[in-house]
C-alpha cells in the first residue's frame, strides 16, 4: 500500500504526559500536512510543510505542539504536557503539487488520541 | 475570516433517493472547492472544482461550482446504503491553507 500512513493508531495516555505521532506521506509527495478533527466537526489545519520547510502553523498550534519533517520525508507531531482537549483525531495528508489547486490532499487513517 | 458552511449537518434518507448537500463559503482568493467522502477513518477524495459551471461527474455523484455566488453542491443519486457517511466540503484559499466545513452526515436507509 502506497498511501500516506500514520502511526499509531490509537494513543491513550494520562494528562500531562507527551506524546509523538509519525505520519509517512506518499513518497512522491512533497507537501505534507497536519490537521485535528473533533467529533462533529471538519478536520481543522494545523501546520504544513513542503519538504522540510515548515511554512505555515495555525494559531490552534500552541507552544506545546512541535511537527518536524527533518529529511523532507516522514514528518513528527509532538504534543507535550496533553490536556484533555487535546483529545482528538490527528490527521496527516500529502500532495505533490505545488499548490494544492493541481492536486488534491491524500488523508492518512489518522491518530486517534485519548487523554486519561 | 475564512469559512465554510454545509448545510445541512445530517440527512436521512431512504435507498434509491436522490440527496443534494450544499458548500457555501467565504474565502481570501479562492483557489479550489474540494468535497470528501469520510467513512470511518480518512477523508477520500471525491471531487475538485476550480471552474464555475462545470459540472465534474463520477458515477452517481457530481458537484458543481458557483464562484460568483460562492457555493457548490454535490448530488448523489439512487443512493445506496454504501454512501452513508459524512461529506466534507474543503476550500483551498490563497495562503495555501484548505478550510473545511464541519460535514454533512448522510444516512441512507434500506
Known amino acids: 500500500d502506497t498511501g500516506v500512513s500514520q502511526n499509531p493508531r490509537h494513543k491513550i495516555t494520562k494528562r500531562g504526559q507527551n506524546v509523538t505521532f509519525r505520519c509517512d506521506p506518499i513518497?512522491?509527495?512533497?507537501?505534507l500536512y497536519w490537521y485535528r478533527q473533533t467529533l462533529g466537526q471538519g478536520p481543522e489545519f494545523l501546520t504544513y510543510?513542503?519538504?522540510?520547510?515548515?511554512?505555515?502553523k495555525s494559531r490552534l498550534l500552541s507552544d506545546r505542539f512541535s511537527a518536524e519533517r527533518p529529511k523532507g520525508s516522514f514528518s513528527t507531531l509532538e504534543i507535550q504536557r496533553t490536556e484533555q482537549g487535546d483529545s482528538a483525531m490527528y490527521l496527516c495528508a500529502s500532495s505533490s503539487a505545488r499548490t494544492v489547486s493541481n492536486q488534491p490532499q491524500h488523508f492518512g487513517d489518522g491518530t486517534r488520541l485519548s487523554i486519561l | 475570516e475564512d469559512k465554510v458552511v454545509q448545510s445541512p449537518l445530517s440527512l436521512v434518507v431512504h435507498e434509491g433517493d436522490t440527496v443534494t448537500l450544499n458548500c457555501s463559503y467565504e474565502v481570501t482568493n479562492f483557489r479550489s472547492l474540494l468535497w470528501y467522502k469520510q467513512e470511518k477513518k480518512a477523508p477520500t477524495f471525491l471531487f475538485m472544482l476550480t471552474s464555475s459551471g462545470i459540472e465534474k461527474k463520477s458515477g452517481r455523484l457530481s458537484s458543481i461550482l458557483d464562484k460568483k455566488e460562492l457555493f457548490s453542491i454535490l448530488n448523489i443519486t439512487a443512493t445506496q446504503t454504501g454512501d452513508s457517511a459524512v461529506y466534507l466540503c474543503?476550500?483551498?484559499?490563497?495562503?495555501?491553507?484548505?478550510?473545511f466545513g464541519k460535514g454533512t452526515r448522510l444516512h441512507i436507509l434500506p
Open positions: 513518497s512522491e509527495h512533497n507537501r
Open positions: 474543503a476550500v483551498e484559499a490563497g495562503d495555501d491553507k484548505i478550510i
Open positions: 510543510f513542503q519538504n522540510e520547510a515548515q511554512l505555515e
